[in-house]
């Protein structure tokens, strides 16, 4: 991975190299960013960097043998644990090493993938990927055996607050005290869910999301993208690159879920003083139940964007609203009046426990009932 594949955060390259070329590498590094700002292709190009020697700020020239093994994230000092579930052909006790074919496919397609990618990668269902203790072990194992190029040795942990207590526990230890030039490198988008004993041990660098600019330019460089068309899709991406991949795809996620809140609201209005419509929620609440959670859980995200949205438009803030929903008959203007500061909060409430139940294993169908049943109050809420 070159740095100058990295989209954009040129600060923290040229932190990371300078470290690295002073010999200055913390044994325990966590990069925080949001999701498609880069965390992930930044960490391997560190890595390479660190590894093979690399200097001059790029991942060239020195030891082209190193190099070469980097192409297919497959140099043998350099070890990856992420999030993964028991599935068809791994039906016990999954580690992250079971699945490292199908990790380096996703990082070859795109490594500004998100975590709920990989889930659809994997086919997780209704299941939820975390860090196990075996991953833990895994990673003492692999750590403790000697270099192969007799330099450093790096572990990668993508997701890292998905690492469960035992796992994180069992690293403890080796993060206070790891063997010698031995690097990790934890990302996260979400800081605060990692336990507090494993980020104190962390020197933490946060990623920014990615500027309009440099989104758009790589639409167009990249993707060929129309350059009008390329801002516009950046805008709407918000920092995200990944999610400007998707939005350049007739057929995105973001297209069902508009279709799926519009029928969602639609209903909801229709359903005030109409006991028949009540039908209609249920039968929706069905549909989405029917999914996997982790697209339960995305498609209740995207609905607080939307609620979000309207709100910053009947506001008077059309500069912050950024979704253009493409939903026939649907527009987000005649929405806006009914989303206000007497029901906002409430709304966002609902759908955030919501999405606390589901993450738990609760019952999709009762779930999403009873927030429907409760959104047809708010949303007529003056």
Request: charged letters at 25%; hydrophobic letters at 40%; a negative charge.
């Amino acid at each position: 991975m070159q740095f100058s594949e990295i989209l954009g955060q040129e600060h923290i390259k040229s932190h990371l190299t300078k470290s690295a070329d002073l010999g200055r590498v913390p044994h325990a590094q966590l990069f925080v960013g949001p999701e498609g700002s880069g965390t992930l292709p930044m960490a391997i190009a560190y890595a390479q960097y660190i590894i093979c020697s690399n200097q001059n700020g790029e991942n060239s020239g020195s030891n082209e043998a190193c190099n070469l093994k980097f192409q297919k994230t497959s140099h043998p000092d350099l070890h990856f644990i992420y999030p993964t579930v028991s599935t068809e052909e791994v039906k016990a006790k999954p580690k992250s090493i079971d699945f490292i074919t199908e990790w380096r496919q996703f990082i070859e397609q795109n490594p500004y993938g998100s975590l709920f990618d990989w889930y659809q990668m994997l086919g997780v269902k209704n299941k939820q990927g975390e860090i196990r203790v075996d991953d833990a072990q895994e990673i003492l194992k692999s750590l403790a055996l000697k270099s192969y190029e007799g330099g450093y040795k790096i572990m990668i942990i993508w997701m890292a607050d998905k690492l469960n207590i035992a796992a994180s526990n069992k690293l403890l230890k080796l993060l206070e005290e790891p063997t010698d030039r031995t690097v990790f490198i934890l990302i996260s988008e979400n800081e605060e869910d990692i336990i507090q004993t494993i980020r104190s041990r962390c020197q933490v660098l946060h990623f920014n999301g990615l500027s309009e600019t440099v989104i758009a330019e790589a639409l167009v460089s990249k993707e060929n993208t129309d350059s009008k068309i390329a801002l516009k899709i950046a805008h709407q991406a918000q920092g995200n690159f990944n999610k400007a991949l998707q939005l350049i795809q007739p057929d995105s996620e973001s297209v069902f879920f508009e279709k799926w809140f519009v029928d969602w609201v639609r209903a909801a209005f229709r359903a005030k003083g109409n006991a028949a419509a009540i039908q209609d929620l249920i039968q929706w609440s069905e549909q989405i139940a029917g999914l996997g959670r982790e697209t339960q859980k995305k498609f209740l995200h995207f609905c607080i964007d939307m609620f979000r949205q309207a709100l910053l438009l009947n506001y008077q803030t059309p500069s912050l609203v950024y979704m253009e929903p493409q939903v026939e008959k649907f527009k987000l203007e005649n929405f806006a009046p009914f989303v206000n500061g007497n029901n906002i909060n409430d709304i966002f409430k609902e759908l955030s426990e919501a999405m606390y139940h589901i993450e738990r294993n609760g019952n999709a169908k009762i779930i999403l009932t009873d927030l429907s049943i409760k959104l047809t109050r708010l949303i007529h809420k003056k």
